[in-house]
């Protein structure tokens, strides 16, 4: 069955970068896009970004451009998300989905919790 | 960007009732629009897509429908398990933008 497992909760310090983490199975990940979510807690959810598995071709919301950076492994089934110059507003619950437009596989969500 | 503007903000229902959910899209986004059901602590679940289409595993009491610009999503008869938060979610031009969500509680 498809799985999507993120990686674990992330304190980071105001300034500082993090890389999450999203390890696929169940299904072929190499022709498969992978999207990514921000939700802050008690709010609604904003997409990041998407990127295609099979060239790592990327799309961004402009408003994350500079902030996420999405990368691929394929040997592994990994979908990566880089975040860098982090302050308070970047405290959320990351999300990736499987897919381009519908979403039916999620990970469980990763809490990053930006705090000096 | 386009705008989905999702109504109520919060509902109260009791079981077996119906319950509409709706949203607003600011300009014509055809049938790019999916509901999702989400509950305190997970992950979002996908209940519709292509504005009426019932995702698979999702209960034949949950339906989609389009007025123009205009969705709904509709509980036919609400379960005890159907209390979350739902939102919709435009996929028709980037970037993709989701309502504000309508929280749902048990009468």
């Known amino acids: 069955q498809v799985k999507l497992q993120q990686s674990g909760a992330e304190l980071v310090k105001p300034g500082a970068s993090v890389k999450l983490s999203c390890k696929t199975s169940?299904?072929?990940?190499?022709?498969?896009?992978m999207s990514w979510f921000k939700q802050i807690p008690g709010q609604s959810i904003e997409w990041i970004g998407m990127?295609?598995?099979?060239?790592?071709?990327?799309g961004y919301n402009q408003k994350f451009k500079g902030k996420a950076t999405l990368t691929v492994d394929t040997s592994s089934s990994t979908a990566y998300m880089d975040l860098s110059s982090l302050t308070t507003e970047d405290s959320a619950v990351y999300f990736c989905?499987?897919?381009?437009?519908?979403?039916?596989?999620w990970g469980q969500g990763t809490l990053v919790t930006v705090s000096s | 960007d386009i705008q989905m503007t999702q109504s109520p903000a919060s509902l109260s229902a009791s079981l077996e009732e119906i319950v509409t959910i709706t949203c607003q899209a600011s300009?014509?986004?055809?049938?790019?629009l999916a509901w999702y059901q989400q509950k305190p602590g997970k992950s979002p679940q996908l209940l519709i897509y292509?504005?009426?289409s019932l995702a698979d595993g999702v209960p034949s009491r949950f339906s989609g429908s389009r007025s123009g610009t205009q969705y709904s999503l509709k509980i036919s008869r609400l379960q005890v398990e159907d209390p979350g938060i739902y939102y919709c979610?435009?996929?028709?031009?980037?970037?993709?933008?989701f309502g504000g969500g309508t929280k749902l509680e048990l009468k």
């Open positions: 989905a499987r897919g381009a437009n519908w979403f039916a596989y």
């Open positions: 169940g299904y072929t990940f190499s022709t498969s896009y």
């Open positions: 990127i295609y598995a099979g060239d790592g071709g990327t």
């Open positions: 300009q014509d986004i055809g049938n790019w």
């Open positions: 292509g504005a009426t």
């Open positions: 979610l435009q996929g028709y031009s980037a970037p993709w933008t």
